[in-house]
């Protein structure tokens, strides 16, 4: 028989740890994934350029550089600051940008991949399966991708890791380049507490979101990347959610997406879901919701050569010269249906460098990009995903807030200014050294510290935006797919992706502009004061905290009742 002092003392003790970790375990966070998963600090160490050493058979590099656009993956060894993993997979990477640097003719400036367990099964380094080392083509600032990785970062939506880094090939210095984490089963560990759900590469038919039947056979561009065996029932459900007036918060996780949306249409990065050519985004689905992924950022600051966007009452956009433009590459996957129509003869190349597609970025469509309908070459209608969201006056509102505070915090002048400053000291001395580099050192001088520079962008962007936000600026969206709003096509036979017939959904009505003051001095409402929580696993690790918090809960009142219970058999006894 238990004594009382021993029953209270034990309900005392249980007492404690339950406030404790009720106190607690909101601030763990707590995910299973990424436990030994370092890579995210050691491969990415952004107060660096990281060395990456690659060595491999001459016959094979040369069977590369003879043929980059077969992608041909060969056996190579891989040095990232002084550590060694062998036996890797090597090959070229891209689609557009790599078919352009090919037609230069007198450049192998390829970006790469590197798949650390292609020839060893769970193979990594750090935690880390595959990297991409991409070329920074068409920026001669070198920061565009990582400006737009770190602003997704900063507003909550889980991001690849991404740094500088200086490679080598067989001894030889092949140049500065961003790496950029692979999005795949290991981004999913780290990012989600779940991770094993179905990702998405849409690129092609049905890329567009658009709904065609129920027949998950009929999207043949949607592209399932994990879980071949799935049903991809949580997909089709999502599509006819957002087509035809399903309950979006059953199927989205909305915040993030608003988020998402949000920064990509302050970055004017139209390479995308939000252009003519569809592409370029992941979609991840956990437990039937859907969030999206941001990809190839190459292109963003305006530097697919044309916003889209016009004043209210002008007769005619004003739109980049077609010559300074082509469509990017970005996606690292066999090229399908459209790509194949695609991937046709590179434009002409400038003098001595390259066509230089983003000359045009400070253009009037690309700073007065439209926010309330931030398609360009298309229009919201055809766009179902963003249309869904931005028809619902509660979700719109919430798009303006993170609008607004992305004008006001990362496109203030300060931060830009502090942000690429210190980016340029860190990277300058490698880009002055890179022997492969795409642009000279006058035209990286004048893109990071000329009169047009990304801290100029982002501020008359930021100006825009908050003009938007106001009512005092009114900009219609461009429609037209002439490509006026991006880039001209390559080839004869380009296309900007198919589109299949007879599709049928019920679309919101146009935005109209946002009827609320908002300027640079208020905070948005919903936002704190750093923008948002960063870490895409938030929302899942408060289910966890839930589950867990129930499950200690129960065993409280378990042990309760078992005190009681003695405790009466004491009092009998």
Same mark, same amino acid.
């Given at each position: ?159 690849? @890791? /991404? *740094? ?10 092949? @140049? ?21 759900g179905d990702l998405y590469y849409p690129d ?74 569809? /592409? ?25 050569? @044309?916003?889209?966007?016009r004043l209210a009452g002008d007769s005619d ?15 690292? /996957? ?23 597609? *983003? ?104 100006? *825009? ?70 870490g895409a696993g938030n929302s899942s690790s ?21 005190? /009681? ?9």
């Open positions: 028989m238990l004594k009382t002092r021993y029953v209270v003392a034990t309900i005392g003790l249980l007492i404690m740890i339950f406030i404790a970790v009720m106190f607690f375990l909101p601030n763990l966070q707590v995910e299973k994934a990424t436990k030994g998963n370092t890579y995210t600090t050691s491969v990415f160490d952004q107060s660096k350029v990281t060395t990456v050493d690659i060595t491999l058979a001459e016959e094979d590099l040369d069977s590369i550089l003879d043929n980059p656009t077969e992608k041909e993956i060969v056996n190579a060894d891989v040095t990232i600051d002084g550590e060694t993993v062998k036996n890797v997979g090597f090959r070229t990477k891209g689609n557009l940008s790599l078919n352009s640097v090919v037609q230069m003719g007198d450049s192998d400036r390829y970006s790469w991949k590197i798949d650390f367990d292609y020839y060893q099964e769970d193979q990594d380094l750090h935690g880390l399966k595959k990297l991409a080392l991409n070329n920074n083509y068409s920026d001669p600032t070198y920061m565009r991708e990582y400006l737009s990785y770190e602003l997704m970062d900063k507003m909550g939506v889980a991001t690849p @890791g /991404h *740094s500088y880094m200086y490679v080598t090939i067989n001894g030889k210095e092949w @140049g500065l380049y961003l790496g950029v984490e692979a999005i795949e089963e290991t981004f999913l560990n780290t990012n989600f507490t779940d991770g094993t092609g038919t049905g890329s567009d979101l658009k709904w065609i039947s129920e027949d998950i056979d009929d999207y043949t561009g949607i592209n399932l990347k994990t879980n071949d065996n799935s049903d991809q029932s949580a997909m089709i459900k999502m599509l006819d959610s957002i087509n035809n007036g399903g309950n979006l918060e059953e199927v989205l996780d909305v915040d993030e997406m608003l988020r998402y949306f949000a920064a990509n249409t302050a970055l004017v990065n139209l390479d995308h879901y939000q252009g003519d050519k569809k /592409h370029n985004y992941y979609l991840y689905e956990e437990n039937g919701v859907f969030s999206i992924l941001p990809w190839d950022y190459n292109m963003s600051f305006g530097g697919y050569s @044309g916003g889209g966007g956009q004003e739109t980049a010269d077609q010559k300074d433009g082509t469509a990017a590459d970005g996606n690292d /996957h066999t090229a399908k249906q459209d790509d194949k129509e695609l991937l046709g003869e590179a434009p002409n190349m400038n003098g001595g460098g390259m066509m230089d597609m *983003s000359s045009n970025f400070m253009n009037e469509s690309n700073i007065n990009f439209s926010i309330t309908e931030p398609v360009s070459g298309t229009t919201l209608e055809e766009r179902p995903l963003l249309n869904a969201l931005l028809s619902n006056d509660e979700y719109r509102e919430k798009y303006y807030d993170y609008l607004n505070d992305i004008a006001t915090d990362f496109f203030s002048e300060e931060n830009m200014t502090a942000m690429t400053t210190e980016i340029s000291t860190l990277i300058t001395p490698y880009v002055k050294k890179d022997p492969t580099k795409f642009y000279t050192m006058d035209e990286y001088t004048e893109a990071t510290s000329g009169e047009e520079t990304l801290v100029d962008f982002a501020v008359k962007r930021a100006e *825009s935006i908050l003009a938007q936000l106001s009512g005092d600026l009114v900009v219609e969206a461009e429609t037209e797919s002439s490509m006026g709003g991006g880039a001209p096509n390559i080839g004869d036979d380009a296309k900007a992706g198919q589109q299949p017939p007879n599709m049928g959904g019920e679309n919101g009505a146009a935005m109209q502009p946002p009827d609320m003051d908002r300027g640079g001095n208020g905070a948005p409402s919903g936002i704190t004061g750093n923008m948002a929580q960063k408060s289910k966890d905290t839930i589950i867990l918090s129930s499950v200690l809960l129960i065993l409280l009142l378990g042990a309760m009742a078992f005190a /009681h219970f003695f405790k009466r058999r004491g009092k009998k006894g």
